[in-house]
């Protein structure tokens, strides 16, 4: 099974590139990222720490991951530049 598919991906490449972008732009809709950038107010309210992570989540609309995230990210990046 795997030698046949593996075969018909090398007479074919055009046609597997194809259904890539067909995939990629089904789930495109799924991509949660693209639609909720982080606002400059978001990032001074993740920065200042003036509450919870719990209820800045609840306050942002977001997970308590995407802002644990987001204030490491924005750390490495002021460390970067020092």
Not at 29 to 50: C, G, L, T, Y
Not at 56 to 66: I, M, N, P
Request: charged share 40%.
């Amino acid at each position: 099974m795997y030698k046949s598919n593996k075969e018909w991906r090398k007479r074919h490449p055009d046609r597997r590139a194809s259904q890539r972008s067909k995939y990629y732009a089904r789930m495109k809709k799924w991509d949660v990222r693209s639609r909720m950038p982080w606002s400059a107010e978001d990032e001074e309210i993740i920065i200042e720490h003036v509450a919870p992570d719990r209820e800045l989540a609840k306050t942002l609309g977001r997970s308590v991951r995407a802002i644990q995230v987001r204030r490491a990210q924005i750390k490495r990046a002021y460390s970067d530049v020092d």
